[in-house]
């Protein structure tokens, strides 16, 4: 049973749309990060959110953890075609920052 | 500052044969984590260390995969005897203390014939 469920999978959308992608579980984490991967290459952390209903910006990025810090969302303005890659979410539920990866979500932004 | 390093990027190999992939993590990083990614499975957690000791390897597969951490810049990730079913992108990643983030290499893409 994967722990965290990113949905949704694919994500094929046109140069300056605004999309969200979800990361959903059961279980409460202590923290959660999103990261983006890029083929041929490691994830690259983009931010960690800890506290419930927090919110952070990054650039076009919006990144939301929910209230109760089961979820989490990434909001992306006017995408550009650099946005394109697989992102990740990770949680920590034991407090002890080993994060567990979410299934990812894998977003083309065509020109 | 040269990132984590892996090393090969590529393997391609018979099964049952041996395969060591190695990893050089950021100089003053004391935690290191070994990940295994496929589509199937996403990203999976294999094995890491604090101080160059092995604090969680429940992500391990099974008996055939075992790592090391001689000393604070290298780890050793080894299968022996390799199987289809191992084939894989294996990344390496290092992290300076808890709460810092995590920094990956670029991985090893395995492939067992």
């Known amino acids: 049973t994967q722990l965290l469920e990113q949905s949704p999978q694919f994500l094929s959308i046109q140069e300056g749309e605004n999309l969200t992608v979800y990361c959903n579980s059961s279980?409460?984490?202590?923290?959660l990060q999103w990261y983006r991967q890029e083929p041929g290459e490691g994830p690259v952390l983009l931010v960690t959110v800890v506290t419930g209903g927090e919110v952070k910006k990054l650039k076009r990025l919006t990144f939301q953890f929910g209230d109760a810090r089961k979820d989490s969302s990434l909001h992306i303005t006017a995408a550009q075609p650099g946005d394109t890659g697989l992102y990740l979410c990770?949680?920590?539920?034991?407090?002890?920052?080993?994060?567990?990866f979410g299934t990812g979500t894998r977003l083309k932004v065509l020109a | 500052d040269a990132g984590v390093i892996q090393s090969p990027r590529h393997e391609v190999t018979e099964m049952g044969q041996e395969v060591t992939l190695r990893c050089k993590p950021i100089?003053?990083?004391?935690?290191l984590f070994w990940y295994r990614q496929t589509m199937m499975r996403g990203l999976e957690l294999l094995i890491y260390?604090?101080?160059?000791?092995?604090?969680?390897d429940s992500g391990m597969p099974e008996d055939r995969f075992s790592a090391k951490m001689p000393n604070a810049s290298f780890s050793t990730l080894k299968i022996q005897p390799s199987e289809p079913r191992d084939s894989a992108v294996y990344f390496c990643?290092?992290?300076?203390?808890?709460?810092?983030?995590?920094?990956f290499g670029d991985g090893t893409r395995l492939s067992i014939l």
């Open positions: 990643a290092s992290r300076q203390q808890g709460n810092q983030p995590q920094h």
């Open positions: 260390f604090n101080n160059n000791v092995p604090i969680d």
């Open positions: 990770a949680g920590d539920t034991s407090g002890t920052y080993k994060y567990i």
């Open positions: 279980s409460v984490f202590s923290s």
């Open positions: 100089s003053g990083h004391n935690s």
